[in-house]
């Protein structure tokens, strides 16, 4: 008989997860899991109403990252921050974090110090202790981080529990990233017409990477809003649900519609866009709208909340830019004419 072969792109990153998860059993299952696979991160108990946070995350040159416009120390900031912003996406704090270096040969001793260097300051930023991890021989660079950190237990947060009527918020502009990449791109493509070899055909859409700042700042070195996570301890609010903007709001929209049964629908008008990125957009022809909902590498918050529980931030520290509404409304926009149509999980893909 033989063997069934399914390709991973027929059901996708999430699909083989449900289906690994299938396959583990018991495992997945532990008693000693308050939240399992299937969040942005696994919570334990841990024992005096404190819950223990664990998160691990996998970065692959030519999936993830592109060496030729991400500088090594850049890079290395980069992982431990996103690995940060899952931590983040529980209400949790960051403690302690490993790294596993996959080395090709083409990585020198003073690239992976490099490296080291910005992994060294993005835990000075986020108050993370670099525990150890692993190195071996790779065909390409690979880099995982697993973050643990900690929070009391009540306050932990996950993406089930938000009820129509709630408010869908987030906690800064959203897109930066996305035009970062498509700029940084165009600027490789532009140089690579400009060296030996190259067309050398001019392109008017060519950009000067110095006009801005913010979309390739957002996109090399993100910030995770751990600032957030403790205004929101400090102040005493705590969301219904929580997730970071990794894939794409509109991805994200799904993925809390999913785990707490609601319908959501988001407000074209009131997505906040730097402006920076409104302008790379122009300049590319692109929709930052379109970034906006799909790019994904934001890192920033997208949160439920009962409205008035608003009343103790800062206006400054979140924009509202949905609703949460019943299951069979499924997960919509609205435009800014009132016209709503069904938004798409669209984002990020690994196959």
């Not at 021989?137 to 709630?166: F, H, K, N, Q």
């Not at 030996?196 to 910030?223: C, K, N, S, W």
């Not at 301890?233 to 993925?255: K, M, N, Q, W, Y």
């Not at 409304?329 to 690994?350: A, K, Q, Y």
Request: glycine share 10%; hydrophobic share 45%.
């Amino acid at each position: 008989m033989d063997t069934p072969f399914t390709p991973i792109s027929e059901i996708g990153e999430f699909g083989l997860i449900e289906r690994l998860r299938q396959s583990l059993g018991d495992a997945a299952h532990a008693n000693r899991l308050a939240v399992p696979i299937g969040d942005d991160a696994a919570v334990a108990a841990i024992g005096n109403g404190r819950a223990q946070v664990l998160t691990t995350d996998l970065f692959v040159e030519g999936v993830h990252f592109d060496r030729t416009f991400a500088p090594l120390r850049a890079l290395g900031w980069k992982c431990i921050a996103a690995s940060v912003s899952d931590v983040c996406a529980m209400n949790a704090e960051p403690t302690l974090a490993t790294v596993a270096l996959g080395v090709p040969n083409n990585l020198s001793v003073e690239n992976a110090e490099t490296l080291y260097t910005g992994i060294g300051q993005a835990c000075e930023r986020y108050g993370l202790a670099l525990a150890g991890g692993d190195i071996t021989a790779s065909a390409r660079l690979v880099i995982s981080v697993t973050v643990l950190g900690e929070a009391d237990a009540e306050r932990v947060v996950t993406r089930a529990g938000t009820v129509p009527g709630e408010v869908v918020c987030i906690t800064g502009d959203v897109g930066a990233s996305a035009a970062g990449l498509q700029l940084l791109l165009k600027g490789k493509e532009a140089l690579a017409k400009e060296t030996p070899g190259g067309d050398g055909a001019a392109d008017r859409r060519a950009p000067e990477l110095a006009d801005f700042p913010v979309p390739i700042e957002r996109h090399l070195m993100p910030q995770a809003r751990l600032d957030r996570v403790r205004l929101w301890h400090e102040t005493g609010f705590r969301p219904t649900t929580l997730i970071d903007v990794s894939d794409g709001v509109a991805s994200e929209a799904h993925h809390l519609s999913v785990a707490s049964t609601v319908g959501i629908t988001l407000e074209a008008g009131m997505l906040p866009v730097h402006r920076q990125t409104m302008a790379a957009a122009e300049l590319l022809e692109e929709r930052a709208e379109a970034w906006a909902l799909y790019g994904g590498e934001d890192y920033e918050l997208l949160f439920t909340t009962p409205k008035d529980a608003l009343s103790v931030l800062p206006e400054d520290a979140y924009a509202i830019i949905g609703e949460v509404v019943e299951p069979e409304e499924g997960v919509s926009l609205r435009m800014p004419d009132g016209n709503v149509i069904p938004l798409d999980p669209r984002g990020f893909t690994h196959f």
